[in-house]
């Protein structure tokens, strides 16, 4: 099984920077991606952005040139660093996490959230 933490949330204005941090730990061969989602009361879970094991990045349109994406693969970490925050970028923020192994194929893995709230 796997465990994910995730911090960084919190209370900022607009304009603001916040970085998303998240830790996977437990029992798996290899991690195949990571990312983020977000999910607004009332409205879907949607992808903010993932990050491969090769390196490759998507991103939602709603946060290109303002989010970054990275990974420490010998820590097993993925980070999100947001800036110029938005009140739209409000959300609960799910660290995601895809594991592969021989014998159990793929995996997929939710961290709790951590709120992000932007306001003046």
């Known amino acids: 099984q796997v465990q994910l933490v995730e911090s960084g949330g919190g209370l900022v204005q607009p304009g603001d920077t916040l970085r998303l941090s998240c830790a996977a730990s437990?029992?798996?061969?290899?991690?195949?991606?990571m990312g983020w989602f977000r999910q607004s009361p009332g409205k879907e879970r949607d992808l903010v952005a993932i990050i491969s094991n090769d390196g490759g990045t998507i991103y939602a349109d709603s946060v290109k040139g303002r989010f970054t994406i990275s990974r420490d693969t010998a820590k097993n970490t993925v980070s999100l660093q947001m800036n110029s925050l938005k009140p739209e970028d409000t959300a609960v923020y799910y660290c995601?996490?895809?594991?592969?192994?021989?014998?159990?194929?793929?995996?997929?893995?939710w961290g709790q959230g951590t709120q992000v709230t932007v306001s003046s």
């Open positions: 437990g029992s798996f061969f290899s991690i195949y991606d």
């Open positions: 995601n996490v895809r594991t592969f192994s021989p014998m159990e194929g793929v995996r997929v893995y």
